[in-house]
């Protein structure tokens, strides 16, 4: 298996630092996953959820998984006994629902348990996150952002392009490893302001990009306001100096309003450069 889906990132974080077994996978009596605490396993779970690898009994989290996986329209009807707020998003649905007790009705298939095996083998074989060890390499962006656009069509899909406002001036002026420190605290910030709703990547310096799924262009937007804030009140140092401030140039692109195709990509990185070329620390959305 030479590539990961989006959906996979956080189990393969997992992966990185626990040893993970299972046995008697489709007994749901004795289903387990060692070395795990329970947030990481509900993590697990829905990460298998969307990669079809699990079985459901239970007729509402079949629902719910069909809506996660974009089979399944928003305006299909909330079942009754499900609060809309969690029918509304069915990530957290199902972290509900295996969190309170249904675990009972979640089977791993034979095809997951293989899946993860073919994780392990990549994470042994492959550089999965960038240099820093933070973000997604940016190699798997395409066919991710693909992927997302194949869902169904009430499923808003939001593209985000950052980098650094003058960076390479830090690398001049304070060496390279300064520069690092500064990299590294960058990219934590976009992952830590994405937090669950989506997932960013690195390309090749301060290239970097998020994919956000059913959060529509507002919200993408915020998010976007929350990353180019966060970096320009970043305070770093090296060696016991302070480094100099950085700010960030965002672009955003939502599907819809655009037409739902690739070139949402090309959108979200032409209002990037329009970001640099306004006057740089700003998000152009539209």
């Known amino acids: 298996m030479d590539d990961i889906r989006y959906s996979e990132f956080k189990f393969l974080r997992a992966l990185e630092s626990r040893t993970i077994e299972y046995f008697n996978c489709n007994d749901d009596k004795s289903t387990k996953a060692i070395g795990l605490g329970q947030q990481m396993y509900i993590e697990m779970a829905i990460t298998l959820v969307e990669e079809l690898s699990v079985r459901f009994d239970n007729v509402d989290l079949q629902l719910l998984t069909a809506r996660l996986r974009g089979e399944l329209a928003q305006s299909h009807k909330c079942p009754s006994n499900m609060p ?31 899946r993860i095996e073919e994780l392990r083998d990549l994470l042994r074989r492959d550089r999965i996150l960038d240099d820093f060890g933070v973000l997604l390499s940016i190699r798997y962006f395409p066919r991710d952002l693909e992927d997302a656009l194949q869902r169904v069509s009430e499923t808003s899909v939001s593209v985000i392009f950052a980098d650094m406002d003058d960076f390479g001036a ?54 976007a306001e929350k990353i180019r804030k966060s970096v320009e009140e970043l305070q770093c140092s090296y060696q016991g100096t302070p480094l100099p401030r950085v700010t960030s140039s965002i672009g955003v ?34």
């Open 84 to 114: 809309p707020y969690l029918w509304e998003n069915p990530r957290l649905g199902l972290q509900s629902a295996i969190s309170t007790g249904s675990l009972q009705h979640f089977r791993i298939t034979y095809r997951g348990l293989r």
């Open 170 to 223: 830090i690398n001049k002026s304070h060496g390279y490893s300064a520069g690092n420190v500064v990299m590294k605290a960058y990219l934590e910030v976009l992952r830590d302001c994405l937090g669950p709703l989506g997932t960013a990547y690195r390309g090749s310096g301060d290239e970097t990009c998020a994919l956000i799924l059913g959060q529509g262009h507002e919200r993408a937007v915020e998010i």
């Open 253 to 286: 692109a939502t599907t819809p309003p655009l037409v739902r195709t690739m070139d949402i990509d090309t959108a979200a990185q032409d209002r990037q450069r329009q970001a640099k070329e306004r006057g740089k620390n700003r998000v152009i959305a539209g």
